[in-house]
């Protein structure tokens, strides 16, 4: 399956560091999605673009900064991050409608921050 | 608050049924997913309720009772593939996903 792409796969990272994580769908789809998975916890989902719009972000901290310049392509911006924002960062896209609205997940970056 | 309930850990043996249940609380209910996820793997996608009633795909069947809050997925015929996290997620009334915690299924010979 590689509707949806995520690099890079394995990302370390000091605390002065600044990353990017990028993600790509191949699906035509028109809503993209950042979520962190942490073990033993839901999915938290950071944030939504619809139609290159953001329409959420959950109270997610400034040191992540979403980037969406086209329907296609998402990125994840990292600036001074902390120990405990090492986790599984998922991208999910979908075909957004009220009738339904199934998201199809990439393959994800662990990410540890040391 | 919303909430989704699911068991941690099931286990089952190989060629058995096993049903992992899924309970919720949010604020309006606009479909119910379930997802399936391999260690290191991203999560896909398995079965969508949004009416009561069982829906079935091959092995795996998923039950919707919308006035419970309650769900269920079934899985038949059991396979050593089949040991992976089992994610439940509801659709809330701002079409916003709520996600479980996961049930790790572990399937013994």
């Known amino acids: 399956e590689t509707g949806v792409t995520q690099t890079p796969r394995h990302l370390v990272m000091g605390m002065t560091n600044k990353k990017s994580l990028k993600c790509e769908q191949h699906?035509?789809?028109?809503?993209m999605y950042w979520y962190k998975q942490s073990a033993k916890k839901p999915l938290e989902l950071m944030f939504v673009y619809s139609l290159e719009e953001r329409v959420e972000n959950n109270s997610v901290p400034s040191r992540f900064s979403p980037e969406c310049p086209n329907s296609s392509h998402l990125f994840l911006h990292l600036h001074t991050l902390q120990p405990e924002d090492s986790a599984l960062y998922l991208c999910a896209s979908s075909q957004w409608s009220e009738a339904a609205d199934t998201q199809y997940f990439g393959p994800g970056t662990r990410l540890t921050v040391l | 608050g919303q909430n989704i309930d699911q068991p941690t850990e099931m286990t089952a043996t190989e060629g058995a049924i096993v049903q992992i249940n899924c309970t919720y609380q949010?604020?309006?209910?606009?479909?119910l997913f379930w997802y399936q996820q391999h260690a290191g793997e991203a999560p896909t996608f398995l079965s969508y309720?949004?009416l009561d009633g069982l829906e079935e795909k091959g092995r795996f069947s998923s039950f919707l009772s919308r006035s419970k809050g309650y769900s269920y997925l079934l899985l038949k015929e059991l396979q050593m593939k089949d040991s992976a996290s089992y994610l439940c997620a509801v659709r809330d009334s701002n079409y916003q996903l709520i996600w479980g915690a996961g049930t790790k299924l572990i399937i013994k010979p």
């Open positions: 949010t604020s309006g209910f606009n479909g």
């Open positions: 699906l035509g789809h028109n809503a």
């Open positions: 309720n949004v």
